[in-house]
C-alpha cells in the first residue's frame, strides 16, 4: 500500500522549534518532489515549502522564509521540515505531498496530516 506519513507535531511555545518527518512506505521517493503544506481551523490549505526530486532546489512561502528549512534523505525514503522560531500562526495541520508527472500523467499521494500547534 503506498502510504505517506507525517511525525513529530506537537505542542511548542513561541519561539520553539520542531521537526516534522513526512516517511513514505510502499514506493520510494527518489522521483518525486515534496511539498509541505498545512492548514489552520476555519482557513484553506496554503503550500509552506516544496523541495525538488534531486534536493537542489527547494521553496518557501513568505511567512516561513529564514525560519523553515525542508530537506530530504532518499536513503532513508524521507522528508524533513525544520521549523525555528515558531509563531501563534504556524499553529495548523501540516500535511506532506509527494508528486511526480510522468510523460503526461500525474501522481500526487497525501499523507494523513500532523497536528502543530505554537502556544505558551
Known amino acids: 500500500q503506498l502510504q505517506l506519513v507525517e511525525s513529530g507535531g506537537g505542542l511548542v511555545q513561541p519561539g520553539g522549534s520542531l521537526t516534522l518527518s513526512c516517511a513514505a512506505s510502499?514506493?520510494?521517493?527518489?522521483?518525486?518532489?515534496i511539498g509541505w503544506f498545512r492548514q489552520a481551523p476555519g482557513k484553506e490549505r496554503e503550500g509552506v515549502s516544496c523541495?525538488?526530486?534531486?534536493?537542489?532546489?527547494?521553496n518557501y512561502a513568505d511567512s516561513v522564509k529564514g525560519r523553515f528549512t525542508i530537506s530530504r534523505d532518499n536513503a532513508e525514503n524521507t522528508v524533513y521540515l525544520r521549523m525555528n522560531s515558531l509563531k501563534p500562526e504556524d499553529t495548523a495541520v501540516y500535511y506532506c505531498?509527494?508528486?511526480?508527472?510522468?510523460?503526461?500523467?500525474?501522481?500526487?499521494?497525501w499523507g494523513q496530516g500532523t497536528q502543530v500547534t505554537v502556544s505558551s
Open positions: 505531498n509527494a508528486f511526480v508527472v510522468v510523460t503526461t500523467i500525474s501522481y500526487s499521494y
Open positions: 510502499g514506493f520510494t521517493l527518489d522521483d518525486y518532489g
Open positions: 523541495i525538488s526530486s534531486s534536493g537542489g532546489s527547494a
